[in-house]
């Protein structure tokens, strides 16, 4: 699968957005190294602190399918305006909670609905990830 391809997936993903207190909506599509694809959504809540990203929504589906091996997440994300962020970059909380199951060279791809993907990896985005052991930076 291309990045271009992830990126289709995830602006497929957006669609499902529910956001209707920021108006900011994201999609992500989290490619397995098995080639599946997992899908996901932000999910807001009017008492906010439930929100949940769409990056998280896509790799709790994951993993509550078990599967633990990651290769790569397309974002893209646009507020009311429908205009595409060109960098809609994961958030910290979604960085940590991918450094739990992906490697330091998880491939990050910002998307856009031109099919722009700038790749980042993991260990770009977040060096030095919180671990109990030695620093992965
Ligand atoms: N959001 C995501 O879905 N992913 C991120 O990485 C950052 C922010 C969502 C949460 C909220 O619904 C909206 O964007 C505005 O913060």
Redesign the pocket.
């Known amino acids: 699968m291309t990045p271009q391809e992830l990126v289709m997936c995830a602006l497929d993903a957006q669609k499902h957005?529910y956001?209707p207190?920021?108006g900011?909506?994201?999609g992500?599509a989290l490619l397995t190294k098995s080639g599946r694809v997992y899908l996901?959504?932000?999910?807001?809540n009017k008492s906010f602190s439930p929100?949940?990203?769409?990056?998280?929504?896509a790799l709790f589906k994951a993993v509550s399918e078990g599967e633990t091996d990651f290769e790569a997440i397309a974002?893209v994300?646009c507020g009311r305006d429908g205009a595409y962020q060109p960098f809609?970059?994961?958030?910290g909380?979604?960085r940590q909670a991918f450094a739990e199951f992906c490697a330091p060279d998880f491939k990050i791809f910002f998307g856009d609905d031109a099919l722009a993907c700038e790749a980042h990896t993991l260990s770009e985005l977040l060096p030095y990830a919180f671990s109990m052991g030695e620093p992965t930076g």
């Open positions: 957005a956001a207190y920021s900011f909506r994201v992500a996901g959504c932000n999910i807001e929100t949940v990203c769409a990056e998280r929504v974002v994300g809609c970059t994961p958030c909380v979604c």
